[in-house]
């Protein structure tokens, strides 16, 4: 399974070479479960036998990286925050976010602002989840795309070196390889167990966001 999933990647990012890293960052910001931190070092291990660059990577994963989080943020953006938790009330559970969760992310937003977006780009899963407060308090376009794309690329130029640096090992695409199983099964099984916390709440009917006096910055 390791060598088939690892084969595919590779495969992506030869016959498309910067647009294919450019393309699987998108899909792994869009499908959580698809393995970013996987995706790029394998990039670095091309860099190392001259196929890429470090600079090029660190940019297309970088630029997949925001364009992937924007998906999570005009949405937002467009609703304001009454209409985004109504939505994800309903809708919520199967993306496994939490109404009361975007709550909390929204108020650590606003005391932090775009700092928060830059420097949570390194933690999956929640530099997808500070997009959408990002978007819900009316965050300035230019402003978002510059803290997440600085951030993005910066972190994938440590994940492309990261890969760079075990191109000297024996077997590192196989060793790669099974990091992004093992990546993939726990992200998907996080996903499962999400998945049925929020539905066992919904049946108990206290999934639904509690009253709130919204500030005046969202």
């Known amino acids: 399974m390791s060598g088939g999933l690892t084969d595919w990647l590779v495969q992506v990012m030869h016959q498309l070479d910067y647009l294919g890293i450019f393309l699987l960052l998108v899909l792994a910001r869009v499908v959580p479960p698809v393995p970013a931190e996987s995706v790029i070092p394998l990039a670095g291990i091309g860099a190392a036998t001259g196929e890429y660059s470090l600079l090029g990577i660190a940019i297309a994963g970088g630029l997949g990286s925001l364009a992937g989080q924007l998906v999570w943020f005009l949405p937002s953006r467009l609703m304001g925050r009454d209409r985004l938790e109504a939505f994800l009330k309903t809708y919520g559970p199967w993306l496994t976010i939490h109404p009361k ?3 909390r992310s929204t108020d650590w937003f606003e ?3 775009g700092l928060a977006v830059l420097f949570s780009q390194p933690v999956p899963g929640v530099r997808t989840l500070i997009s959408i ?3 819900a308090c ?37 060793l790669v390889g099974y990091a992004t199983v093992g ?8 996903y499962l167990f999400r998945l049925v916390g ?14 709130y006096t919204p500030s005046p910055n969202c």
């Open 101 to 103: 969760k975007v709550r």
């Open 138 to 174: 009316r965050m300035p376009i230019l402003n978002y795309c510059l803290a997440a794309g600085i951030g993005s690329v910066l972190w994938t130029l440590v994940l492309a070196w990261t890969g760079y640096t075990l191109s000297s090992w024996p077997f590192a695409h196989r």
């Open 198 to 211: 929020h539905l066992r709440l919904l049946r108990k009917g206290t999934a639904g966001p509690r009253p």
């Open 111 to 113: 005391k932090r602002g």
């Open 183 to 190: 990546l993939l099964v726990v992200l998907v099984g996080l």
């Open 133 to 135: 407060p990002a978007g």
